[in-house]
């Protein structure tokens, strides 16, 4: 069913995981990035895509929007701070930004 719990990573793998993620950053512990989307319709659809690649991952991310912004916030609930599980997710993320993006 679950997997393993997760392990915390260190301060040089998170620091290193996000220099390879442009537009993220470490905030209150979190994985964080905001997007904004053209429209609701473009920030809704990436959070529709989001939404079913995080239930398979059974690994759900924090997020708030307004119209076309969506604000993130990824960290491991079980773990109790950032985790490889939370680098998958922006990875996955980022693809499916760039759907809308349209980069
Ligand atoms: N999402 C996040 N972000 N962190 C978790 O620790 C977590 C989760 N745990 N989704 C999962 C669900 C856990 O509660 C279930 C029981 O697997």
Known sequence: MSNAKPVKLSEAEI???????PGWKVEDGKLHREYAFIDFVAAFAFMSGAAL??????HHPEWFNVWNKVRIDLATHDAGGITALDVKLAYSMEELAERQLGK
Request: hydrophobic content about 60%; aromatic content about 0%.
């Open 15 to 21: 620091a290193s995981a996000v220099s390879k993620l």
């Open 53 to 58: 690649v995080a239930q398979a991952m059974d």
